[in-house]
């Protein structure tokens, strides 16, 4: 059963040190995005991977999408990405888009649903870029519901769903959004959306073609 903390800015620093710590020890934490609640692991652990794919009960060979905190962290995650990731990141980062690109070698292949592509996002939630920032590194950002299941807008939500799966779930109120990112795929020989979400592919077609 998962212990639900409520996240409040007199206590954020305990409440970023114990999911920290979780994380560090291959743990799965649900937190609160910009969108809808995640799942947040370490993406280099690969027990902690496959403990992200057990919970939401996801098929083995649908990538993780990963959050981080700037696009130079993105960078370092991708391999030659294309111009237009730029154009997109400058303009819509951070926020509800998630690009798709070709994974860099520091990326484990059972992250990329063995792809060797990775959907990568920096979300706009306060919480959700201090908690990368505290573990240092990008985390998981898989919704935090079980695979073809409503997302989680609510830590009641999340604990309904799955709670018994996780050890902790970081309660930050609601997202106010029931709707995940958007995902645009630029891996290809043609960029396209593969999944309609806040930005709509009206407001993308300038730059998408």
């Known amino acids: 059963m998962a212990e639900i903390l409520k996240v409040e800015g ?3 620093e305990y409440v970023l040190e ?3 710590r979780l994380i560090t020890d291959g743990k799965v934490v649900a937190f609160p995005t910009d969108t809808v609640y995640g799942l947040g692991a370490d993406p280099f652990n690969l027990s902690a991977v496959a403990e992200v794919f057990r919970v939401k ?4 060979n649908r990538p993780l999408p990963l959050l981080v905190s700037s696009i130079d962290q993105a960078i370092e995650l991708t391999n030659d990405p294309p ?3 730029f154009e ?3 303009k819509y980062w951070p926020g509800p888009l998630t690009l798709v690109v ?3 070698k ?5 992250v990329t649903g063995n792809t060797g592509n990775v959907g990568l996002r920096w979300p706009r939630a306060p919480l959700a870029v201090a908690l990368i920032a505290a573990a240092g590194r990008p985390l998981t950002g898989t919704s935090a519901n079980l695979s073809d299941h409503h997302v989680c807008k609510t830590a009641a939500e999340v604990d309904e769903q799955i709670g018994r799966h996780l050890p902790l779930i970081l309660d930050g109120g609601s997202t106010g959004s029931d709707e995940a990112s958007t995902v645009v795929d630029l891996a290809g020989d043609h960029p396209r959306v593969l999944r309609h979400g806040p930005i709509s592919e009206e407001a993308l077609k300038e730059l998408l073609g």
């Open 57 to 60: 009960g996801r098929a083995f």
């Open 10 to 12: 007199s206590r954020l």
């Open 88 to 90: 997109l990141a400058e």
């Open 18 to 20: 114990c999911a920290t």
């Open 83 to 85: 111009h237009l990731f």
């Open 106 to 110: 520091l990326i484990p292949l059972k």
């Open 102 to 104: 070709p994974a860099s």
